[in-house]
């Protein structure tokens, strides 16, 4: 069987980073997770459980019955030291029955806790970039949080660019598919309109109806309280290689901002690397430049 960042575990337990339970369990000959092991949640553990129904279940062909039959007693490793989920020895007490065991929910309710935290910033070019999350060239963030499921955002660049937008969802109401580099949702200011390309794939199970009441959370929250969508994604991993994150986001915070200098005239273009602190509403004291250039050349719809 191919393996992939083979090493030694606990107790001489052998863990393959990234690997599918499935997989680990010779069920399946290649299949990584993407969801740091939350199969209680996984459409691809439920939808392998469905295929391979009960009879095969029965029969010791689902992981849980694979590691029940290779594994007893003493020496019966819990399934988070198998994937490298923690990394202190720990022996299964609870015959795998993963769905009831305490301490398989404790470590959920950590992760969980741990997502609320709030993320550091990074001043580029006078404007906040949030750590570790994903950007859309069309100045939307994405980030992954417990169960996989993905949080979408503007970033303080677009808000301070259009200061006084209004968030327009209601073509991504609850059930709604969101396509990545499609036209997903609206913003409006003054008598303006302009679409938004959604950043990534997926079913959208949640709009927070606090901004799209409240505007000043997205211009002023942007990456915490003023979140837009929470979506299932359909294809995380293809969806969020295409992103920016890391230096890759603060290098294209930069060339946007020197974009915005341009536009302004070759005057301003020499500012583009002092930064500064910029305005909460560009687009408001600066009509002349153009509603449709500003959306065309940063919202890039």
């Known amino acids: 069987m191919k393996t992939m960042n083979a090493k030694k575990g606990i107790q001489g337990f052998r863990i393959i980073e990234d690997e599918c339970i499935w997989m680990k ?5 290649l299949h990584t997770c ?8 996984c459409k691809f553990d439920k939808a392998m459980t469905k295929a391979m ?6 029969a010791g062909s689902n992981w849980s019955a694979y590691f029940k039959k290779h594994y007893d007693g003493a020496s019966r490793p819990c399934r988070h030291v198998l994937t490298g989920r923690i990394s202190r020895p720990k022996i299964c007490t609870h015959n795998y029955e993963c769905a009831t065991c305490a301490f398989d929910q404790m470590l959920d309710d950590i992760e969980i806790s741990q997502a609320q935290a709030l993320p550091e910033y ?59 580099g499609e036209p997903g949702w609206a913003i409006a200011q003054d008598n303006h309109r302009a679409h938004v390309l959604s950043p990534i794939s997926g079913t959208v199970l949640s709009v ?34 295409k992103l ?51 959306v065309h050349t940063f919202l890039k719809s």
């Open 244 to 294: 920016k994150f890391g230096d890759a986001g603060i290098r294209w915070m930069e060339k946007e901002h020197a974009k915005l200098m341009k536009l302004m005239g070759p005057e301003y273009a020499g500012l583009a690397a002092t930064g500064g602190e910029p305005v909460h509403d560009f687009y408001g004291l600066n009509p002349e430049i153009g509603w449709d250039t500003l």
């Open 25 to 29: 369990a010779g069920i399946v000959a």
């Open 122 to 180: 990074v001043n580029v070019s006078g404007f906040d970039l949030a750590q570790d999350y994903y950007y859309h060239d069309g100045h939307t963030w994405v980030r992954i949080e417990h169960g996989g499921m993905a949080r979408i955002g503007f970033d303080a660049f677009v808000m301070k660019l259009f200061g006084k937008a209004e968030f327009l969802p209601e073509a991504m109401d609850i059930g709604k598919h969101m396509e990545k």
């Open 34 to 41: 993407n969801r740091t092991y939350d199969c209680f949640d």
């Open 53 to 58: 129904g009960e009879k095969a279940a029965l």
């Open 208 to 241: 927070n109806q606090r901004a799209r009441g409240n505007p000043d959370l997205m211009h002023e929250d942007p990456y915490q309280e003023g979140w837009l969508f929470i979506v299932e994604p359909e294809a995380p991993l293809k969806d969020l290689r």
